[in-house]
């Protein structure tokens, strides 16, 4: 009988795990577009690193401006959207061992979604040249 209620159990748990794991993935691929986000690349990683810029459906094909700050660097450009429904802005992290916040501002809202590694899309722009220094 102990078995029972200890197996018994262990599906219960498994159950709560199982829609507490749906809720997360849910509420992670929910559209939520923003004019701000921020992120903190692993310390320990060097490599390619990017921002997927996703506007609402509405604002395709309209002029999105974008600012990209990673301290002490600003990046700023404009993207219209006109032919493809996201854009990812490609860039190299050099050092490992360093992690400086990358903040991103976007008008009209976009969908944000930071990553690193090899990113996959249709429209990739490397945004590697043409920082400045802020003051």
């Known amino acids: 009988m102990t078995s029972i ?17 749906t809720i997360l993935v849910l509420k992670n691929t929910r559209a939520e577009y923003r ?4 992120c903190l690349h692993p ?3 060097a490599g390619p ?3 997927k810029l996703r506007p609402q459906p509405a604002n395709l094909g309209k ?3 974008y600012r990209v700050y ?3 660097w600003l990046y700023t450009n404009e993207f219209d959207f ?10 190299k992290k050099m ?8 903040s991103v501002s976007v008008e009209p809202a976009c969908q944000i979604t930071f990553g690193h590694g090899r990113p996959r899309g249709r429209k990739i722009l490397d945004i590697n040249e043409g920082w400045v220094r802020k003051l």
Request: hydrophobic share 50%; net charge positive; charged share 15%.
């Open 95 to 102: 050092q490992k061992g360093k992690a400086p916040r990358v």
């Open 82 to 91: 006109v032919g493809c429904k996201e854009v990812i802005l490609l860039h």
């Open 35 to 38: 004019v701000n986000s921020t």
């Open 49 to 51: 690193v990017w921002i």
């Open 5 to 21: 209620s200890v197996r018994t159990a262990a599906i219960v748990v498994l159950g709560l795990l199982l829609a507490l794991a």
């Open 43 to 45: 310390a320990d990683y």
């Open 63 to 65: 002029p999105h401006r």
């Open 70 to 72: 990673w301290s002490p």
